[in-house]
């Protein structure tokens, strides 16, 4: 018998025909989209005529705008008129399906490659590669260290691009967690110990995790090169244990040295400054990269989150530039109420929804409003971001429910009735160490609130998807009621959010009542009419605003190219090359106070280029020293600096920061911020402190010193049990402990037990707080006596005694001068760096400085008091 021969087919040659993505939308025939809008018309005329050449573009796209379908368009266009290989690109495996869901419902031929690449199927993922379907994935399909079947696209569509971020920066971040690696974690510090202030060694090497002050911090570059072999045995011997950290370090451990090492508490990143992406194939290969994004910012972030030093912008077309879709009510609870009720609003919003979105920056953060919740709402269920990767149905289809995402803002889709209350608990400042550390550590705030800004806006649109759609948004943090309250800050909003946040602002000062700021949420969701009012209100107000960059933001713009090709030039030990940029950038940065602290972080990187070159290259044995001198001169009441002057060269006449007042600006700083410079909160609060202070009942006097202790820049706590002191006030190595014995009669003198019992609260310091190495521990009684009785002088020497009228006395002064300061910063237009120097000078000048208050707590020794029998 025969046998059968294969049919073979000839294959049809493919002519290519230019058409425009306009047109090939026209082919499609949409069911349900009669036609683009025109905004949408205008972006693709836009990228086919002016941007289609280019490397690198971006395109603004507010939520609910069609941005799938402009993207779709376009990946549609470069496939089949260009029969590129194209990917596109989501955050999460349940957004791919969305987008690869839409492409289909549009008549589009699309791959949906997740999950492993081993597992693809081979006919989806053939198609793809033979140019026959947009193939659709995640940003980890192409930033992993081994993308061997995603490496060779021709154009690459990231959306919600800013949500690339850490998917880009974590390719080459050794990330080693204190909660994984413990042992790993440890002995890294251990390593580094004399580089590491005493305070934050010791808390970090206890288990004292404060949520209330985080940990961020950075080991000098000098000190980070000299033990760089002894780091890398380290690692070498313990990286396969490390999950986190196994991939990066093959990115990055022939590279060490032009990386610099940050940790807090619980985690230690080691990562170059930008992401050096166009080292990584599967990305730089790309003939184009296409990143489209709810808002694009001001001041370069995106080429810094990229690695890429010039993006081509498509802004936002007319017609948008006023307008976004749904409505949001934006409140804020932390204008009126404390900390505590602040968080009450948000769980009886959250039991009037009974399904919420809660968005934090990180995972301290998370974890942080988890437990308060488990303790206040332990009937309902928390979802994180491993639940809802596939699917968002274990959300959706549930009530009583909460979902707690860390660090992402953007890349979460929650329309209609899935949910309306959305919480952002805490400011988006610090998705990562760097960030982190840049913010609170060294002012370096200005190129940070264009991304913070970003953030928020991202956050705005996760429940509010189209033009009928609307939601409750509290904002809970102190830090994001300052942000959006400084005017420079709120013009950078889009108009519509700029309305929102105006309303909510106003509106929230004149709530009374948790209860009433829970029901107005409810009346705004349920109330058709009220609604309306409401909506009207804001689009009233929405037309007076304008959306108007900040000036010193064209600088950070200007700078961003020279950043870049700088970490370039660095990662490829071209370090002439890499002090050129590096002078180039400050020469962009220069001028004016409102950039200090970033100027001061890249003076402080110049200065690491020279220290590194002067080891390899020929060049000017004091550059480094004049470079670090020049960051340690601009960064007055920086706590870091005042550390870092003894790790690195510096000239004689650079002035030596007090570490102790440093570290009391930071945190009278942090009790202004928590209690807002705008608002009822500060008075409210100081209200409560004398009221506490002033009453001799020894439980509100407690109270009321450990509060005087914060307020006046001290770490205070009142600690637990009959044995323990009455407050203890700390400040990096400086501890004092106190026994109050307001209850006790004035004409009563000081016996001996009561000497006892003060001074025994120095062995329970020593034994109950860590301390670091050198500490000295002081205890002092407050009392109304003036006498003390013979025999209990022995008890006494080396204790000290407080009348509590003066401690009264002090809490008033303490008060005053801090509403001084707070009048200031509120009116004051410019960054953080000059609210430091204010804070600084001015308690200094008030006599309120750590020294004086020392002195204060140890004017009177309590062997001085008139003896009796």
Same mark, same amino acid.
């Given at each position: 018998m025969d046998r059968k021969k294969f049919e073979f087919v000839k294959p049809k040659v493919v002519k290519s025909v230019e058409k425009d993505p306009e047109s090939i939308f026209r082919e499609l025939q949409i069911p349900n989209i009669k036609g683009l809008w025109s905004q949408q018309a205008d972006i693709l005329r836009e990228y086919y005529n002016n941007f289609k050449t280019n490397p690198d573009v971006a395109i603004e796209l507010p939520t609910g705008t069609g941005k799938t379908l402009i993207g779709l368009l376009i990946a549609e266009y470069r496939r089949r008129c260009h029969q590129e290989r194209v990917l596109y690109l989501c955050p999460t495996k349940q957004l791919a399906k969305q987008v690869h869901s839409k492409a289909k419902e549009y008549g589009l031929p699309a791959s949906l490659l997740i999950g492993s690449q081993n597992k693809y199927s081979e006919e989806e993922y053939g198609n793809y590669i033979m140019s026959k379907s947009v193939g659709i994935t995640t940003y980890s399909a192409i930033f992993n260290t081994n993308p061997f079947r995603m490496d060779d696209a021709n154009i690459i569509l990231l959306d919600d691009a800013?949500?690339?971020?850490?998917?880009?920066?974590?390719?080459?971040?050794?990330? &080693?967690?204190?909660?994984?690696?413990? $042992?790993?974690?440890?002995?890294? /510090? +251990? *390593?580094?110990?004399?580089? #590491?202030? =005493?305070?934050?060694?010791?808390?970090?090497?206890?288990?004292?995790?404060?949520?209330?002050?985080?940990?961020?911090?950075? &080991?000098?570059?000098?000190?980070?090169? $000299?033990?760089?072999?002894?780091? /890398? +045995? *380290?690692?070498?011997?313990? #990286?396969? =244990?490390?999950?986190?950290?196994?991939?990066?370090?093959?990115?990055?451990?022939?590279?060490?040295?032009?990386?610099?090492?940050?940790?807090?508490?619980?985690?230690?990143?080691?990562?170059?400054?930008?992401?050096?992406?166009?080292?990584?194939?599967?990305?730089?290969?790309?003939?184009?990269?296409?990143?489209?994004?709810?808002?694009?910012g001001d001041g370069g972030e995106l080429e810094r989150i990229t690695g890429v030093r010039k993006i081509g912008k498509i802004p936002i077309p007319k017609g948008w530039d006023k307008y976004s879709n749904g409505r949001r009510l934006i409140l804020f609870p932390n204008r009126i109420f404390n900390p505590d009720d602040s968080l009450k609003v948000a769980f009886g919003a959250i039991q009037n929804q009974e399904r919420a979105l809660v968005l934090c920056p990180d995972n301290r953060t998370a974890q942080f409003f988890i437990s308060k919740m488990e303790q206040e709402l332990p009937e309902y269920t928390v979802l994180q971001s491993s639940d809802i990767e596939d699917s968002l149905v274990p959300f959706s289809s549930r009530e009583k429910v909460v979902l707690v995402l860390t660090n992402r803002y953007d890349g979460i889709d929650l329309s209609g009735d899935i949910c309306r209350l959305q919480i952002v608990f805490g400011m988006p400042e610090a998705t990562n160490l760097q960030e982190g550390f840049l913010w609170n550590r060294l002012n370096a705030n200005a190129v940070l609130s264009e991304l913070v800004k970003t953030r928020i806006t991202q956050a705005l649109g996760r429940c509010t998807r189209s033009n009928d759609d609307f939601a409750n948004v509290i904002m809970l943090d102190p830090n994001l009621l300052k942000f959006c309250t400084r005017r420079e800050n709120l013009v950078g909003f889009h108009p519509e959010i700029q309305a929102e946040i105006e309303f909510g602002l106003s509106n929230s000062e004149k709530i009374e009542s948790v209860t009433e700021m829970i029901e107005f949420m409810n009346d705004f969701i349920t109330d058709k009419e009220y609604f309306s009012a409401i909506n009207d209100a804001i689009t009233e107000i929405r037309e007076e605003y304008e959306k108007r960059p900040k000036a010193e933001v064209q600088k950070l713009t200007l700078s961003v190219e020279n950043e870049v090709d700088f970490m370039y030039a660095i990662w490829k030990r071209e370090l002439d090359r890499a002090l050129e940029k590096a002078k180039l950038i400050l020469e962009n940065l220069s001028g004016g106070k409102e950039l200090d602290g970033y100027r001061a972080w890249w003076y402080y990187n110049a200065g690491n280029a020279a220290y590194l070159a002067k080891r390899i290259i020929p060049t000017d044995p004091n550059l480094d020293r004049n470079y670090y001198s020049s960051a340690l001169r601009m960064s007055n009441g920086i706590s870091w600096m005042a550390d870092l002057i003894h790790s690195v060269p510096t000239d004689d006449d650079v002035p030596r920061i007090d570490p102790y007042l440093a570290a009391q600006t930071d945190n009278i700083e942090k009790v202004l911020n928590d209690l807002g410079l705008f608002g009822v909160m500060f008075e409210r609060d100081m209200k409560m402190l004398l009221s506490l202070?002033?009453?001799?009942?020894?439980?509100?006097?407690?109270?009321?010193?450990?509060?005087?202790?914060?307020?006046?820049?001290?770490?205070?706590?009142?600690?637990?049990?009959?044995?323990?002191?009455?407050?203890?006030?700390?400040?990096?190595?400086?501890?004092?402990?106190?026994?109050?014995?307001?209850?006790?009669?004035?004409?009563?003198?000081?016996?001996?037990?009561?000497?006892?019992?003060?001074?025994?609260?120095?062995?329970?310091?020593?034994?109950?707080?860590?301390?670091?190495?050198?500490?000295?521990?002081?205890?002092?009684?407050?009392?109304?006596?003036?006498?003390?009785?013979?025999?209990?002088?022995?008890?006494?020497?080396?204790?000290?005694?407080?009348?509590?009228?003066?401690?009264?006395?002090?809490?008033?002064?303490?008060?005053?001068?801090?509403?001084?300061?707070?009048?200031?910063?509120?009116?004051?237009?410019?960054?953080?760096?000059?609210?430091?120097?204010?804070?600084?000078n001015f308690i200094t000048a008030e006599k309120l400085s750590y020294r004086d208050v020392e002195e204060f707590l140890k004017t009177k020794s309590l062997d001085e008091l008139e003896q009796c029998k």
């Open positions: 800013h949500s690339a971020e850490n998917y880009i920066s974590s390719l080459w971040t050794v990330d &080693i967690k204190r909660k994984q690696n413990k $042992e790993v974690f440890e002995s890294i /510090i +251990e *390593l580094f110990k004399g580089d #590491i202030s =005493e305070y934050n060694y010791t808390r970090i090497m206890s288990d004292d995790n404060e949520y209330y002050k985080p940990i961020y911090d950075l &080991i000098p570059y000098p000190k980070y090169l $000299e033990k760089l072999p002894q780091l /890398i +045995e *380290l690692l070498d011997a313990n #990286i396969t =244990e490390c999950v986190n950290a196994k991939h990066p370090w093959s990115k990055i451990n022939e590279n060490l040295e032009m990386c610099q090492m940050f940790f807090s508490w619980g985690e230690i990143n080691i990562r170059p400054l930008i992401p050096p992406t166009k080292t990584h194939v599967a990305f730089s290969n790309a003939k184009q990269r296409i990143y489209m994004s709810a808002t694009l202070i002033n009453n001799d009942e020894a439980k509100k006097f407690e109270k009321g010193l450990e509060h005087l202790g914060r307020i006046l820049g001290f770490d205070a706590f009142l600690p637990k049990g009959d044995a323990a002191p009455d407050g203890v006030w700390s400040i990096r190595d400086k501890f004092f402990g106190f026994e109050a014995k307001t209850e006790e009669s004035p004409e009563d003198p000081v016996y001996s037990d009561a000497c006892r019992q003060t001074d025994g609260h120095k062995k329970w310091i020593c034994e109950n707080v860590p301390l670091p190495d050198g500490a000295t521990i002081e205890a002092s009684m407050i009392s109304h006596k003036n006498t003390i009785r013979n025999d209990a002088l022995p008890q006494s020497r080396g204790l000290f005694h407080i009348n509590t009228s003066d401690i009264r006395e002090l809490a008033l002064k303490a008060t005053s001068v801090l509403r001084r300061i707070r009048s200031v910063l509120a009116k004051d237009q410019g960054p953080n760096l000059f609210h430091k120097e204010h804070i600084s």
